[in-house]
């Protein structure tokens, strides 16, 4: 049974950094194009970032180019979203997804975890 | 970019009731397109992928249809567990979902 749990969320101030992190099991994780989705408050699914099975191609939506950085460790089963210069617009909950054969289809996705931007 | 445009953004229905679902793309995003569902509190679920295929353990009273850019989710026959609110995804280009359709008892 897939596997994908989030971890590192939590209240931040404008400007500031986190990493979120999520943890694999349950498939063979380096074969798979993994992904970040969020969801602000009440609002809609948001395509965050994409990365490849073996890191070599990262893809990010507009409004997080230049401050979010996705990588990967196959070894460790582990995804992670490094967050920078942190915006208030950014607070949402933000799900680990394992991609289909296919990249940006998510057929297996975390528990989320909650980011709050806030002063 | 791609715009995802789903209709209506709410629908009031009734268990037994068919229930249709638009998703309106601003490209043509040929058959990439895949339709979620969400629950209250829960991470989505994937009932859809390439426009029409099924996912593996979805009922058949789930369907997809369309191309280009214009789809629909068809629900025929409602039941009490489908009372959630439904996105559409383009995965054409990156990555767009519409802005959700909430389905709830009428």
């Known amino acids: 049974e897939v596997q994908l749990v989030e971890s590192g969320g939590g209240l931040v101030q404008p400007g500031g950094s986190l990493r979120l992190s999520c943890a694999a099991s349950?498939?063979?994780?380096?074969?798979?194009?993994m992904s970040w989705v969020r969801q602000a408050p009440g609002k809609g699914l948001e395509w965050v970032a994409t990365?490849?099975?073996?890191?070599?191609?990262?893809y990010y939506v507009d409004s997080v180019k230049g401050r979010f950085t996705i990588s990967r460790d196959n070894a460790k089963n582990s995804l992670s979203l490094q967050m920078n210069s942190l915006r208030a617009e950014d607070t949402a909950v933000y799900y680990c997804?394992?991609?289909?054969?296919?990249?940006?289809?998510?057929?297996?996705w975390g528990q989320g975890t909650l980011v709050t931007v806030s002063s | 970019d791609i715009q995802m445009t789903q209709s209506p953004s709410t629908l009031s229905a009734s268990v037994g009731d068919r229930v249709t679902i638009t998703c309106r793309a601003s490209?043509?995003?040929?058959?990439?397109l895949a339709w979620y569902q969400q629950k209250p509190g829960k991470a989505p679920k994937l009932l859809i992928s390439k426009a029409s295929d099924l996912e593996s353990g979805v009922p058949s009273r789930f369907s997809g249809s369309g191309s280009g850019t214009q789809f629909t989710l068809t629900i025929s026959s409602l039941q009490p567990d489908d009372f959630a609110t439904y996105y559409c995804?383009?995965?054409?280009?990156?990555?767009?979902f519409g802005q959700g359709t909430k389905v709830e008892i009428k």
């Open positions: 990365i490849r099975k073996d890191g070599s191609e990262k």
């Open positions: 349950g498939f063979t994780f380096s074969t798979y194009w």
């Open positions: 995804q383009q995965y054409n280009t990156f990555s767009t």
């Open positions: 490209h043509n995003i040929r058959s990439y």
């Open positions: 997804a394992k991609d289909k054969f296919t990249a940006m289809i998510f057929d297996s």
